[in-house]
């Protein structure tokens, strides 16, 4: 079974939370315990039904005031897939929360209120979703039953949303209309939309295809640790472990260690249940190497051949999430996969308007969740790939040295 | 060949990659293990992370006195078999030095003076990481939990001031003092950690396994018996056949009258079952956002 991870972003009003407590009460992953504490809060705060919204607002202020605050993570599994869910706020103060939330996602499901269509706030969460390299997004068109069902409606909104995610770099866009509240194409299907072909939600949550969505091309491996047991039985083993970032390993394959350049080849990949041929993400493995050559965390082990750009210089897209604005020649600290350096922003180049998805050329003011094309310099070299092509290898993120708070999300051009 | 994983394999490597990290970006990490189904897999974990190395840091129990016997017998065998370092926090020391007060009545409990303990154990032994099986579908308020956990100076926990956490780029930078908790099973389920359990075949206390016990009912729970259990005049003992689908103190674990006792029909009964797993810890049902208010103050 396979595990997929996607985010639901919608604001306040639009019923992201009747839906997540939907697809968990349908698909019978809410136990009979907070069923009775959801059934028992719902009756203090009043409002008729059963308030599904109360199963996901975990916090205290966010059950006194009825709105989201942070990302909460909710798990459910159907015979099919496991699923994680980030369910993240979809006020613009919070966009960093959802960037984070969005950031391991392989499916972003963006509710839409069918009574407004595309708003602001669909156009954020699209862009964001195609900024974070979500290959999948499902549009929720929810509250069908507040539209009578129609399916001119429908139509219309998903020419909207067509006309404005063709703009963004989106592989895989779905719609589906749906009525949350009443469970009409979430789970089972609508018998009020027979004009409707298409798959439900979860139908469509649980057969898209994701075993493609990771690069199996470019051969990346950063070092996170040494394993050295220097025991009687391994006295020479020294075996480099990490995570695989991208491409396939393979025992024998001719290698080159970064930044130091030396070359080897591969004499055995480890799993900690035994011997492997191959290593693919996102496998954890132990690599040794033929050589006795020098290596150490913050390198990268790649394929002679396909090398990641080499560079002190980064050209990035980056969504800041610090109270104080970015500082063009500020110095801030840099984690890029296992690798720390220092860097210093070069250039702002501009803000984008991600409500029309314009370049904004005079406004540098780089605030709290805006996003914006930069230009840093690192302190060492780092061993990048673009965004789009690789997740991993082309995220990074900006960290304040005075409050070690992580200032900046990163993703290469 | 498929380039694929699955979804407990996937788990897996996410928590390998966490604990390979926090040995990686921290001086002085360790392993809270309370000998818990959770702990012990988060040890399961560690020792294949830095396989055919040995775990580089020590396992730490807080251990409040009023544990299960049990759990302290599989914890000293294991301890033994592997040859691991364990540093015990004694709750009762706390208690001698004044730390904290004892509380009293029938539904005393010590679960709330471990944070005490926990803290000055972190203290002592300047650990600047603590790892924790602890999971994000256990209860609401860990639902918003990072794996890297910030905690400041007091061990204490703010909520509004988390940091982000993106990609699976881990910031553990910190200030003098300032320590972390990290949970690298935190995306795995009740069931999860049951499959992996099964799958690896690895050795739990016999506590979780049905077996005829003393017990004792009140309000609704059966409480095991035992030497410090506070019993009401009206509370009778009696046998029952049970099981612990979660393993706290004594005084606050209630026990699920079940057949099932062995691995496969545990987690038949999981996954059949209508409440969730912390649903017989009364340490969380003191308040609405019981677990919430501990974590504030410095609790796991």
Same mark, same amino acid.
């Given at each position: 079974?396979?595990? =997929?991870?996607?985010?639901?972003?919608?604001?306040? &009003?639009?019923?992201?939370?009747?839906?997540?407590?939907?697809?968990?009460?349908?698909?019978?992953?809410?136990?009979?315990?907070?069923?009775?504490?959801?059934?028992?809060?719902?009756?203090?705060?009043?409002?008729?039904?059963?308030?599904?919204?109360? =199963?996901?607002?975990?916090?205290?202020?966010?059950?006194?005031?009825?709105?989201?605050?942070?990302?909460?993570?909710?798990?459910? @599994?159907?015979?099919?897939?496991?699923?994680?869910?980030?369910?993240?706020?979809?006020? !613009?103060?919070?966009?960093?929360?959802?960037?984070?939330?969005?950031?391991?996602?392989?499916?972003?499901?963006?509710?839409?209120?069918?009574?407004?269509?595309?708003?602001?706030?669909?156009?954020?969460?699209?862009?964001?979703?195609?900024?974070?390299?979500?290959?999948?997004?499902?549009?929720?068109?929810?509250?069908?039953?507040?539209?009578?069902?129609?399916?001119?409606?429908?139509?219309?909104?998903?020419?909207?949303? &067509?006309?404005?995610?063709?703009?963004?770099?989106?592989?895989?866009?779905?719609?589906?209309?749906?009525?949350?509240?009443?469970?009409?194409?979430?789970?089972?299907?609508?018998?009020?939309?027979?004009?409707?072909?298409?798959?439900?939600?979860?139908?469509?949550?649980?057969?898209?295809?994701?075993?493609?969505?990771?690069?199996?091309?470019?051969?990346?491996?950063?070092?996170?640790?040494?394993?050295?047991?220097?025991?009687?039985?391994?006295?020479?083993?020294?075996?480099?472990?990490?995570?695989?970032?991208?491409?396939?390993?393979?025992?024998?394959?001719?290698?080159?260690?970064?930044?130091?350049?030396?070359?080897?080849?591969? @004499?055995?990949?480890?799993?900690?249940?035994?011997?492997? &041929?191959?290593?693919?993400?996102?496998?954890?493995?132990?690599?040794?190497?033929?050589?006795?050559?020098?290596?150490?965390?913050?390198?990268?082990?790649?394929?002679?051949?396909?090398?990641?750009?080499?560079?002190?210089?980064?050209?990035?897209?980056?969504?800041?999430?610090?109270?104080?604005?970015?500082?063009?020649?500020?110095?801030?600290?840099?984690?890029?996969?296992?690798?720390?350096?220092?860097?210093?922003?070069?250039?702002?180049?501009?803000?984008?308007?991600?409500?029309?998805?314009?370049?904004?050329?005079?406004?540098?003011?780089?605030?709290?969740?805006?996003?914006?094309?930069?230009?840093?310099?690192?302190?060492?070299?780092?061993?990048?790939?673009?965004? %789009?092509?690789?997740?991993?290898?082309?995220?990074?993120?900006?960290?304040?040295?005075?409050?070690?708070?992580?200032?900046?999300?990163?993703?290469?051009? | 060949?498929?380039?694929?994983?699955?979804?407990?394999?996937?788990?897996?490597?996410?928590?390998?990659?966490?604990?390979?990290?926090?040995?990686?970006?921290?001086?002085?990490?360790?392993?809270?293990?309370?000998?818990?189904?959770?702990?012990?897999?988060?040890?399961?974990?560690?020792?294949?992370?830095?396989?055919?190395?040995?775990?580089?840091?020590?396992?730490?129990?807080?251990?409040?006195?009023?544990?299960?016997?049990?759990?302290?017998?599989?914890?000293?065998?294991?301890?033994?078999?592997?040859?691991?370092?364990?540093?015990?926090?004694?709750?009762?020391?706390?208690?001698?030095?004044?730390?904290?007060?004892?509380?009293?009545?029938?539904? @005393?409990?010590?679960?709330?003076? %471990?944070?005490?303990?926990?803290?000055?154990?972190?203290?002592?032994?300047?650990?600047?990481? +603590?790892?924790?099986?602890?999971?994000?579908?256990?209860?609401? @308020?860990?639902?918003?939990?990072?794996?890297?956990?910030?905690?400041?100076?007091?061990?204490?926990?703010?909520?509004?001031?988390?940091?982000?956490?993106?990609?699976?780029?881990?910031?553990?930078?910190?200030?003098?003092?300032?320590?972390?908790?990290?949970?690298?099973?935190?995306?795995?389920?009740?069931?999860?950690?049951?499959?992996?359990?099964?799958?690896?075949? !690895?050795?739990?206390?016999?506590?979780?396994?049905?077996?005829?016990?003393?017990?004792?009912?009140? &309000?609704?729970?059966?409480?095991?018996?035992?030497?410090?259990?506070?019993?009401?005049?009206?509370?009778?003992?009696?046998?029952?056949?049970?099981?612990?689908?979660?393993?706290?103190?004594?005084? +606050?674990?209630?026990?699920?009258?079940?057949?099932?006792?062995?691995?496969?029909?545990?987690?038949?009964?999981?996954?059949?079952?209508?409440?969730?797993?912390?649903?017989?810890?009364?340490?969380?049902?003191?308040?609405?956002?019981?677990?919430?208010?501990?974590?504030?103050?410095?609790?796991?």
């Amino acid at each position: 079974m396979e595990l =997929l991870r996607f985010t639901t972003a919608g604001s306040v &009003d639009d019923g992201k939370s009747t839906l997540i407590g939907r697809l968990l009460y349908d698909s019978k992953a809410i136990f009979q315990d907070q069923m009775e504490a959801v059934e028992k809060a719902s009756k203090k705060i009043g409002g008729g039904e059963v308030n599904l919204a109360l =199963l996901t607002d975990g916090l205290r202020s966010e059950r006194e005031q009825g709105i989201t605050i942070d990302v909460a993570y909710r798990y459910f @599994a159907t015979p099919k897939r496991k699923f994680i869910i980030a369910d993240t706020p979809g006020h !613009i103060q919070y966009t960093r929360n959802m960037v984070t939330g969005a950031s391991t996602a392989n499916l972003a499901i963006i509710l839409v209120d069918a009574r407004h269509g595309l708003v602001e706030q669909t156009a954020r969460h699209s862009f964001i979703a195609s900024l974070l390299g979500i290959k999948h997004v499902v549009y929720c068109i929810n509250k069908m039953d507040l539209v009578d069902f129609s399916q001119e409606v429908f139509d219309k909104i998903k020419k909207q949303l &067509d006309d404005f995610s063709s703009k963004l770099d989106i592989a895989d866009v779905r719609y589906i209309p749906m009525s949350a509240l009443l469970g009409d194409n979430v789970v089972d299907r609508s018998k009020n939309m027979a004009w409707y072909q298409g798959s439900t939600l979860l139908y469509t949550l649980e057969t898209v295809h994701i075993a493609s969505d990771a690069n199996h091309v470019d051969c990346r491996f950063p070092v996170q640790t040494v394993i050295r047991p220097q025991t009687t039985e391994y006295h020479d083993y020294r075996g480099y472990a990490g995570r695989v970032a991208g491409g396939i390993f393979k025992k024998g394959d001719e290698i080159a260690v970064l930044p130091s350049g030396f070359t080897s080849k591969i @004499a055995k990949i480890d799993s900690y249940d035994g011997e492997v &041929d191959e290593a693919f993400p996102p496998m954890s493995c132990t690599i040794l190497l033929e050589d006795d050559i020098d290596v150490s965390r913050g390198d990268m082990i790649v394929r002679v051949n396909n090398q990641p750009d080499v560079s002190q210089d980064h050209e990035m897209m980056i969504c800041w999430m610090s109270q104080r604005p970015i500082q063009l020649n500020g110095k801030y600290a840099v984690k890029h996969t296992t690798r720390d350096a220092r860097c210093i922003v070069k250039d702002i180049k501009y803000k984008v308007d991600i409500n029309s998805l314009h370049r904004l050329e005079d406004d540098k003011e780089i605030k709290m969740n805006d996003i914006a094309r930069i230009s840093i310099r690192t302190t060492v070299s780092l061993f990048t790939d673009r965004y %789009q092509r690789n997740r991993n290898t082309g995220s990074i993120i900006l960290i304040d040295e005075g409050t070690n708070e992580t200032v900046g999300a990163g993703m290469i051009l | 060949m498929k380039y694929n994983l699955t979804h407990l394999k996937e788990l897996e490597s996410e928590a390998i990659f966490v604990i390979r990290e926090v040995a990686a970006q921290f001086e002085n990490p360790a392993l809270l293990f309370s000998g818990g189904k959770d702990s012990i897999v988060c040890y399961d974990l560690a020792k294949k992370a830095f396989w055919p190395g040995k775990v580089p840091f020590p396992l730490v129990h807080v251990d409040t006195g009023h544990n299960f016997p049990e759990t302290i017998q599989f914890r000293d065998e294991l301890v033994k078999k592997d040859g691991v370092e364990l540093i015990v926090g004694l709750v009762q020391d706390s208690i001698d030095q004044g730390k904290v007060v004892e509380e009293k009545g029938f539904n @005393a409990s010590r679960n709330g003076l %471990q944070t005490v303990t926990l803290l000055d154990t972190i203290e002592t032994n300047k650990f600047d990481a +603590c790892m924790g099986g602890a999971r994000r579908d256990e209860e609401k @308020a860990r639902a918003k939990e990072r794996f890297f956990s910030h905690r400041d100076e007091f061990g204490q926990w703010d909520p509004k001031n988390q940091r982000p956490e993106l990609w699976n780029i881990f910031n553990g930078m910190k200030n003098m003092g300032e320590n972390f908790r990290v949970f690298p099973i935190s995306n795995w389920t009740e069931m999860d950690v049951w499959q992996y359990i099964l799958a690896e075949n !690895i050795e739990l206390p016999s506590l979780y396994f049905s077996h005829e016990r003393e017990v004792f009912v009140r &309000d609704g729970v059966i409480y095991s018996d035992g030497e410090f259990m506070n019993k009401r005049p009206e509370e009778k003992i009696e046998k029952r056949t049970v099981r612990f689908r979660t393993i706290g103190d004594m005084t +606050c674990t209630g026990a699920v009258e079940s057949p099932a006792d062995d691995l496969t029909k545990i987690i038949e009964e999981v996954a059949a079952t209508r409440t969730t797993e912390r649903g017989t810890r009364s340490d969380d049902k003191r308040s609405e956002a019981a677990m919430e208010d501990r974590k504030k103050q410095g609790y796991f």
